[in-house]
């Protein structure tokens, strides 16, 4: 999968669109409860065809919210718990204990950008 698109027009301006996406990694969607109606609940699925057009540097991320957060902190990016993430079951109890450092890890947004 790859995580985000970035179109660079050499300005000096960014626009994000960091909840755009609805994609899980295949890895991770035997631990995954919400179906696609429930996720698309709280994504942005338009955000990145807002700012498609704008003569600034887009970065669009393609991952969904519910794999990784980017607008929170690495501690709090991957919902472990209902009350992180709207009163919504995510995971199974498994993974944030599990997967929580590897699906920070895997993410090469944060690999390249944020690290």
């Known amino acids: 999968m790859k995580d985000f ?5 050499n300005t000096p301006i960014l626009a994000f669109a ?3 996406g609805h994609e899980i990694d295949d ?3 035997p631990y995954l409860l919400l179906d ?3 996720r698309a609940r709280e994504e942005d699925p338009y955000t ?3 700012i498609s057009e704008l ?3 887009t970065i669009l991320v393609h991952g969904s919210r519910f794999q990784l957060d980017l607008n929170r902190t690495k501690e709090k990016s ?3 718990k209902p009350e992180d993430a709207w009163g919504l079951k995510v995971w199974n109890g498994l993974l944030p204990h599990l997967f929580r450092s590897c699906i920070y890890a895997m ?3 944060i690999r390249q950008y944020c690290c």
Do not use: C, K, W
């Open 36 to 38: 696609e109606q429930g």
């Open 107 to 109: 993410n090469s947004f």
């Open 55 to 57: 003569p600034v540097t």
């Open 48 to 50: 990145g065809y807002m």
């Open 27 to 29: 890895a991770l969607r």
């Open 18 to 20: 960091l909840h755009d």
């Open 5 to 9: 698109t970035i179109v660079n027009r």
């Open 78 to 80: 991957v919902y472990a």
